[in-house]
């Protein structure tokens, strides 16, 4: 197999356009790939936990040939400003200054990847009725009764103080420690080496990670998952990995069920829960076809309306 991938070229020939906004408090770093503004629908794209707006750097630009696309650091990550504590309520309402700094039309698009599909979810749950639908890439809900909290780690563990990440002397021997969570094949060591170095920062006395290791300290997650999915007011969709390792991406069968069999669930074959390191062409195909089905019930009328004008 080739360590460079065609599409990781393609990605990192199609660097996108950066920019900030101010949100509560803090400065909310994230870039736009594709048309000018209003010249196309508008896609917002949420990263995971420890993450950063680079997980999409190989997706955002091929969903840029038909929309426009911004992609951001959540605060506590990547290259957004880190805050003394974090919310749900607080990351949706970054989100959705990002879709309006970025100029993503009145009903743009969220997709959101594992801990970015809870975010995702407060998103819609908020700003519901201003988007057009809402992927859940990799994320499920669960039933009530099984729920786990995921966050609240300082109260959990009998913290008083954050944790601190570790500074390493050099930057192979940070590199070295880089792992995804959960941990999957990666076939490509080029890209695994990029993702790496993506991911830290030098500081004094060597390199760090760049997320906060606070960030899951007092945010709680909330019970209440469950019910904020089933009260949505717009679309929603689920993208899985056949392989996917991620204990939230397991109740696939529980939201189709409780959907009566409706609810879109699409899986990618023979990925894992970072599937958009191994087949981002077919995730990005995935999205575009919910994306694009959802533009065409928007549009039934007017396309009916011009077939009926054909001779």
């Given at each position: 197999?080739?360590?460079v991938?065609?599409?990781?070229?393609?990605g990192?020939?199609?660097?996108?356009?950066?920019?900030?906004?101010?949100?509560?408090g803090?400065?909310?770093?994230?870039?736009t790939?594709g048309?000018?503004?209003?010249?196309?629908p508008?896609?917002?794209?949420?990263?995971?936990?420890?993450?950063?707006?680079?997980?999409w750097?190989?997706?955002?630009?091929?969903?840029?040939?038909?929309y426009?696309?911004?992609?951001l650091?959540?605060?506590?990550?990547g290259?957004?400003?880190?805050?003394?504590?974090?919310?749900?309520?607080?990351?949706?309402?970054?989100?959705?200054?990002?879709?309006?700094?970025a100029?993503?039309?009145?009903?743009?698009?969220?997709?959101?990847?594992?801990?970015?599909?809870?975010?995702a979810?407060?998103?819609?749950?908020?700003?519901?009725a201003?988007?057009a639908?809402?992927?859940?890439?990799?994320?499920?809900?669960?039933?009530?009764?099984?729920?786990?909290e995921?966050?609240?780690?300082?109260e959990r563990?009998?913290?008083?103080?954050?944790?601190?990440?570790?500074v390493?002397?050099?930057?192979?021997?940070?590199?070295?420690?880089?792992?995804?969570?959960?941990?999957?094949?990666?076939?490509?060591?080029?890209?695994?080496?990029?993702?790496?170095?993506?991911?830290?920062?030098?500081?004094?006395?060597?390199?760090?990670?760049?997320f906060d290791?606070?960030?899951?300290?007092?945010?709680?997650?909330?019970?209440?998952q469950?019910?904020?999915?089933?009260?949505?007011?717009?679309?929603?969709?689920?993208?899985?990995?056949?392989?996917?390792?991620d204990?939230g991406a397991?109740?696939?069968?529980?939201?189709?069920?409780?959907?009566?069999g409706?609810?879109?669930?699409?899986?990618?074959?023979?990925?894992?829960?970072?599937?958009?390191?191994?087949?981002?062409?077919a995730?990005?195909?995935?999205?575009?076809?919910?994306?694009?089905?959802?533009?065409?019930?928007?549009?039934?009328d007017?396309?009916r309306?011009?077939l009926?004008?054909?001779?």
């Amino acid at each position: 197999m080739s360590e460079v991938p065609h599409w990781f070229e393609f990605g990192l020939a199609h660097p996108g356009m950066p920019g900030d906004v101010v949100v509560d408090g803090a400065r909310i770093h994230y870039e736009t790939w594709g048309p000018e503004p209003g010249a196309a629908p508008g896609v917002v794209l949420i990263h995971g936990s420890n993450a950063h707006l680079s997980w999409w750097r190989f997706v955002a630009p091929y969903l840029a040939r038909k929309y426009r696309v911004a992609a951001l650091d959540l605060s506590g990550n990547g290259a957004s400003d880190h805050r003394e504590r974090y919310s749900g309520p607080q990351l949706a309402d970054e989100v959705w200054g990002v879709c309006e700094a970025a100029g993503l039309g009145p009903r743009p698009f969220v997709i959101g990847h594992s801990f970015g599909g809870f975010v995702a979810l407060e998103t819609a749950h908020r700003h519901g009725a201003q988007l057009a639908g809402v992927i859940f890439n990799d994320f499920t809900v669960r039933p009530p009764e099984s729920y786990v909290e995921w966050g609240l780690r300082a109260e959990r563990e009998g913290r008083t103080e954050p944790r601190k990440l570790r500074v390493y002397e050099d930057l192979d021997t940070a590199v070295g420690r880089f792992r995804l969570m959960p941990e999957q094949p990666m076939p490509h060591p080029a890209v695994h080496r990029w993702l790496a170095e993506q991911s830290l920062k030098q500081v004094e006395g060597g390199w760090t990670w760049r997320f906060d290791p606070g960030l899951f300290d007092h945010l709680e997650m909330g019970i209440g998952q469950r019910d904020k999915f089933a009260n949505l007011v717009c679309r929603s969709a689920v993208v899985l990995g056949e392989h996917s390792a991620d204990d939230g991406a397991r109740s696939g069968p529980y939201m189709r069920e409780i959907t009566r069999g409706l609810l879109p669930i699409l899986t990618i074959p023979d990925t894992h829960h970072h599937m958009m390191f191994e087949e981002p062409l077919a995730l990005t195909m995935a999205f575009e076809g919910l994306l694009d089905a959802w533009i065409a019930e928007d549009g039934r009328d007017a396309m009916r309306a011009a077939l009926a004008e054909l001779d």
